[in-house]
């Protein structure tokens, strides 16, 4: 009987699942704003997930009404989530500094992931994130063409 008990204890152990990030990364656009992505895994139950970028401890954007912004981001930074990815665009960003900017998100249990940044080692976003932020209108364009001699 006793044996039973171990076995349900380990299977059991073996479904909880902690919170985590699974990976934050950073990227500059050719405007010079800042674009972090942090995907992180989404809790076993329907969970609401808020999610708070901070830089030196000060927030610089947050998917949480709760939480006050910094000033000096208010206008500037915005945090957007979706299912299992929080993503921040900071425009004007100007640090020549490097810095640490720390993700976190909260679901049932918080979890924290940081990352240095240096503008001058910072890569360049992707065409691909690029088109993700305003270029449906450039993509309708080589689409309707297309499409257009399709029919």
Not at 79 to 102: H, M, N, R, V, W
Not at 140 to 151: E, K, N, T
Request: aromatic share 6%; with cysteine.
């Amino acid at each position: 009987m006793m044996y039973y008990s171990i076995l349900a204890s380990f299977c059991l152990l073996g479904m909880a699942s902690s919170q985590s990030i699974n990976t934050l990364t950073a990227c500059v656009t050719k405007e010079q704003n800042l674009d972090m992505t942090c995907k992180f895994t989404l809790a076993p139950l329907n969970v609401n997930a808020t999610c708070t970028y901070e830089v030196d401890k000060k927030v610089v954007a947050t998917t949480d009404k709760s939480i006050n912004v910094e000033s000096t981001f208010k206008n500037r930074g915005k945090a957007e989530i979706t299912s299992d990815t929080c993503k921040l665009s900071l425009t004007g960003f100007a640090d020549d500094q490097p810095k640490i900017y720390t993700c976190t998100i909260k679901q049932e249990r918080s979890a924290t992931k940081e990352i240095t940044v240096e503008k001058n080692k910072l890569n360049a976003c992707s065409a691909g994130n690029t088109l993700k932020h305003g270029g449906v209108i450039l993509l309708l364009a080589f689409v309707l063409p297309l499409l257009s001699g399709m029919l």
